[in-house]
């Protein structure tokens, strides 16, 4: 894809996985790790990317060209110019890492959720808006006891090390080849579609480093040496698991993607059953290698799913939002139980969620069009 934002670069996708191996997405620049945001600078903000070097022989050239051929009024052609209109229009004209900005800032000011030092057991998303404010999601912190519990999964997924180790290795940042593969997507023709998902996953994880700050819950290896990460574990806390939160978002997100554009996938409930797969692989990945107990993938799942939908209500302007809630239990993670758990409280309460326009508004449509 040469670059997106140059963009990022969609082909080294920093740790963001290398999308450059599937059909040369690029490098969608360098997010890190996926559970740990990389390098949040404005220029390269979130794995976006940022402006290319410029080199110094380039600067020389340029200047001394600069006084072989200007030699004309500069006042002369500027006189009649006239200056943009400020609004949407001029998103095509940014870098990616720009709009990724405006994407991040747009969200997070609609967002609260509960100060650290109060309710430490608990932690709750809530999304302002016009007619009020709405509750996306309630974490509740699990008993130490429970962690130390759930130290018997991880020991047993250690033997699946060396049949994962390729994923694992692969999956550090946004694993962006793993969920476009499933779609047919590529970066000649999907740019704005592999923007979404990065923006996407840069809002979850927001969300994930707020709630593991509340929680501040340890690692894994803190507990139990033996474990062994084959890895190195990343300088934050455990619950929840950042990965689960933003695979799941993503694949929520490219799910209503797929929904939406019936016409162009042959059968979209095979692809959101794919998309959700992949996701829970991606999760249960990180347990496998020593990261996160399978407690933290559960509550990163329904974090990320339930932020996925507020995004969704945002890109398209309404949408039902349902109070979605975690209460830990000691069980291992999977698909199937997580679809059960989401299932039980999907004939709750929900509240209508309104937005008029934004950049995730002009980035859906974008994303949109390259799929008709």
Same mark, same amino acid.
């Given at each position: ?52 070097? =410029? ?19 500069? =006042? ?19 870098? =990616? ?160 993607? =797929? ?114």
């Amino acid at each position: 894809m040469g670059s997106i934002g140059s963009i990022g670069g969609i082909g080294s996708i920093g740790s963001i996985g290398s999308i450059g191996s599937i059909g040369g997405l690029g490098s969608i620049g360098s997010i890190g790790s996926i559970g740990s945001i990389g390098g949040l600078s404005v220029a390269g903000l979130g794995g976006f990317g940022g402006d290319a070097p =410029v080199s110094g022989a380039m600067a020389a050239g340029l200047t001394s060209s600069l006084y072989a051929v200007s030699d004309l009024d500069p =006042v002369a052609a500027a006189s009649s110019a006239q200056q943009m209109t400020p609004g949407a229009a001029n998103l095509d004209r940014y870098a =990616v890492w720009v709009r990724a900005s405006l994407y991040v800032s747009d969200v997070l000011r609609d967002l609260d959720w509960t100060p650290l030092g109060q309710s430490p057991d608990k932690w709750t998303l809530r999304c302002r808006q016009a007619s009020g404010e709405a509750r996306v999601v309630t974490l509740r912190k699990p008993p130490m006891s429970m962690f130390v519990s759930q130290l018997r999964f991880m020991r047993d997924y250690r033997d699946q090390r060396a049949d994962r180790a390729v994923e694992i290795l692969t999956q550090p940042g946004m694993p962006a080849d793993y969920f476009a593969c499933i779609l047919g997507l590529t970066g000649a023709r999907h740019a704005h579609v592999l923007e979404l998902m990065l923006a996407t996953q840069v809002l979850a994880a927001h969300a994930a480093m707020i709630a593991k700050h509340h929680f501040a819950c340890r690692r894994p290896d803190t507990l139990d040496p033996t474990l062994m990460p084959m890895i190195p574990t990343p300088g934050h806390n455990a619950y929840p698991s950042a990965h689960a939160a933003e695979a799941f978002a993503v694949a929520t997100m490219l799910s209503q993607l =797929v929904a939406d554009r019936a016409g162009w996938f042959p059968d979209p409930a095979r692809a959101a059953t794919l998309l959700r797969r992949q996701a829970e692989r991606i999760a249960v990945n990180r347990t496998v290698a020593g990261m996160h107990y399978p407690v933290d993938s559960w509550a990163g799942a329904m974090l990320g799913q339930a932020v996925a939908r507020m995004l969704i209500a945002r890109c398209k302007g309404s949408g039902e939002l349902r109070a979605w809630t975690y209460d830990p239990q000691d069980v291992d993670f999977s698909l199937e139980r997580l679809e059960e758990a989401w299932a039980a409280q999907s004939g709750g309460a929900a509240t209508q969620l309104s937005f008029s326009g934004g950049p995730l508004a002009w980035l859906w449509t974008k994303a949109s069009e390259e799929l008709s």
